[in-house]
T-cell receptor
Framework: DTGVSQDPRHKITKRGQNVTFRCDPI?????LYWYRQTLGQGPEFLTY????????KSRLLSDRFSAERPKGSFSTLEIQRTEQGDSAMYLC??????????????FGEGSRLTVL | EDKVVQSPLSLVVHEGDTVTLNCSYE??????LLWYKQEKKAPTFLFML????IEKKSGRLSSILDKKELFSILNITATQTGDSAVYLCAVERAGGTSYGKLTFGQGTILTVHP
């Protein structure tokens, strides 16, 4: 399968613990995005990368959240000192670069975080 | 802040019915409006609309944009049970590197009964 893959698919943690999610985009895509989705809501933008450069981070995102894409391939999203409000589905997506962008983001199946 | 409002929030129909899903938006420096379908986990792309009045069509699905009224509709004709999903509307700003940074609406939950 050559789609976007995310790991782990489900993570249960206790409040105050750190968690890390990994995303492997489609190989020829140099754009990578992180979104968060809570029950009954649409996805909410968190951050995005062009190759290894992080272009923007949502103002809604606290400094407990950090994302990296060290070699312009896979990305990690780390949440430090988790809170119950962090419980959500974390979606990763990738796309082609500007000259070939068609509006289509290719989403992974998400990493569901449950904070107890 | 950009804003997307979808209606209805949920809709229950029978196979063969035609449905119309609505999306209104407010966005600074509009680039495009997009529709996605979310069945289980991953949203999948349906349409990108950039110009008013030009209908995009794919099989039984079609969509149109009105940039004056800041509105879009998604039509599904002859619905099938496989159309049951959450339909998400999103907007995108123009300019620089902001493509792919989407503001989504809450979604419309469509349930199609046999």
């Amino acid at each position: 399968d050559t789609g976007v893959s995310q790991d782990p698919r489900h993570k249960i943690t206790k409040r105050g613990q750190n968690v890390t999610f990994r995303c492997d985009p489609i190989s020829e895509h140099n754009r990578l995005y992180w979104y968060r989705q809570t029950l009954g809501q649409g996805p909410e933008f968190l951050t995005y990368f062009q190759n290894e450069a992080q272009l923007e981070k949502s103002r809604l995102l606290s400094d407990r959240f950090s994302a990296e894409r060290p070699k312009g391939s896979f990305s990690t999203l780390e949440i430090q000192r988790t809170e119950q409000g962090d419980s959500a589905m974390y979606l990763c997506a990738s796309s082609l670069s500007s000259g070939f962008y068609t509006g289509e983001l290719f989403f992974g199946e998400g990493s569901r975080l449950t904070v107890l | 802040e950009d804003k997307v409002v979808q209606s209805p929030l949920s809709l229950v129909v029978h196979e063969g019915d035609t449905v119309t899903l609505n999306c209104s938006y407010e966005v600074t420096n509009f680039r495009s409006l997009l529709w996605y379908k979310q069945e289980k986990k991953a949203p999948t792309f349906l349409f990108m609309l950039t110009s008013s009045g030009i209908e995009k069509k794919s099989g039984r699905l079609s969509s149109i944009l009105d940039k004056k009224e800041l509105f879009s509709i998604l039509n599904i004709t002859a619905t099938q049970t496989g159309d049951s999903a959450v339909y998400l509307c999103a907007v995108e700003r123009a300019g620089g590197t902001s493509y792919g940074k989407l503001t989504f609406g809450q979604g419309t939950i469509l349930t199609v009964h046999p």
